[in-house]
């Protein structure tokens, strides 16, 4: 049984187009999270969720757009694609924001703008 | 801005010996943690230790913490082929509701 899935798990598109990402969670947690992976294993959070009410939004561009239709559901949405935005994008969840929680991490779709 | 930082950036080393991977972080933590991630997969987690805990076991694994030095470590004993895999510390920050998370430590365990 899936914990954390995402869709699509690959995403080829060129510049300028528009293109989402979802991420679903079953483990009943509160609190969502989207990262991005660079080519060097980089991992750097994007948004997070918490209860459907965004509690982080890092220096991200406002072409990123999260959307949290309810606490098992995160989707990502990406105007205007440019080159830079390739690369490996994590959705994952926590039981609550609270430090103490571990994060349980979905299998990642990975962008590949042309 | 990165907290923490893995050393080192890659490790190679013959199966059934021990791998130890060391993590270093600049500001005060409530807590830190290790995760794993196999090739083209998402990250799994390892291990949570508190500030206040200086060593914490599972399995194989064994993870210290030295807050003095504001660094951690995570040794994997007897190692196996299927160790292979990046592995990342991430801390919290006192205050913060997120994780940062280091560039990771590249293991290969060659058999």
């Known amino acids: 049984d899936t914990a954390v899935s995402q869709t699509p798990k690959y995403l080829v598109t060129q510049m300028g187009n528009d293109k989402s990402i979802k991420c679903e969670q079953n483990?009943?947690?509160?609190?969502m999270y989207w990262y991005k992976q660079d080519s060097k294993k980089f991992l750097k959070i994007m948004f997070s969720y918490n209860n459907k009410e965004l509690i982080i939004n890092e220096t991200v561009p406002n072409r990123f757009s999260p959307k949290s239709p309810d606490k098992a559901h995160l989707n990502l949405h990406i105007n205007s694609l440019e080159l830079g935005d390739s690369a490996v994008y994590f959705c994952?969840?926590?039981?609550?924001?609270?430090?103490?929680?571990?994060?349980?991490f979905g299998p990642g779709t990975r962008l590949t703008v042309t | 801005s990165q907290q923490g930082e893995e050393d080192p950036q890659a490790l190679s080393i013959q199966e059934g010996e021990n791998a130890t991977m060391n993590c270093s972080y600049k500001?005060?933590?409530?807590?830190l943690q290790w995760y794993r991630q196999n090739s083209g997969r998402g990250l799994v987690h390892l291990i949570l230790?508190?500030?206040?805990?200086r060593e914490k076991h599972s399995g194989r694994l064994r993870v210290t913490l030295d807050t003095s030095k504001k660094s951690s470590s995570l040794l994997i004993t007897a190692s196996r082929a299927a160790d292979t895999a990046s592995y990342f510390c991430?801390?919290?920050?006192?205050?913060?509701?997120?994780?940062?998370f280091g560039q990771g430590t590249r293991l290969t365990i060659n058999p």
């Open positions: 994952a969840s926590s039981q609550d924001p609270g430090q103490f929680y571990e994060q349980y």
């Open positions: 500001t005060s933590i409530n807590n």
């Open positions: 230790i508190r500030s206040n805990e």
């Open positions: 991430a801390t919290d920050g006192q205050g913060a509701q997120k994780l940062v």
């Open positions: 483990l009943g947690h509160d609190t």
